[in-house]
């Protein structure tokens, strides 16, 4: 599978292989349950991913990300 391209928040190009975008287009129309599981904890483990990629960016860019309130919402 090839990499799909998008834009960083600077404007350098960093790539995402396609096999993840793939599962997380997928999430939302699982053919059976063991598949739904698994998209589920792969979204999960991107979501998470990308927050903390969010925090590194943020605080090289000078904000005080500890008294940032995050979401508030429960899952």
């Known amino acids: 599978m ?16 396609s096999r993840v975008a793939y599962l997380l287009d997928r999430g939302s ?3 059976n349950t063991i598949q739904a599981k698994y998209l589920r904890g792969e979204e999960a483990l ?3 991913a990308q ?16 008294s940032a309130q995050g979401p508030t919402w429960f899952r």
């Open 2 to 17: 090839g990499l799909r391209s998008t834009k960083s928040f600077q404007g350098r190009q960093t790539c995402i292989d």
């Open 29 to 31: 129309h699982p053919v």
């Open 46 to 48: 991107l979501t998470q």
């Open 51 to 66: 927050a903390f990629t969010f925090l590194v960016r943020d605080q090289r860019l000078g904000a005080n990300v500890g």
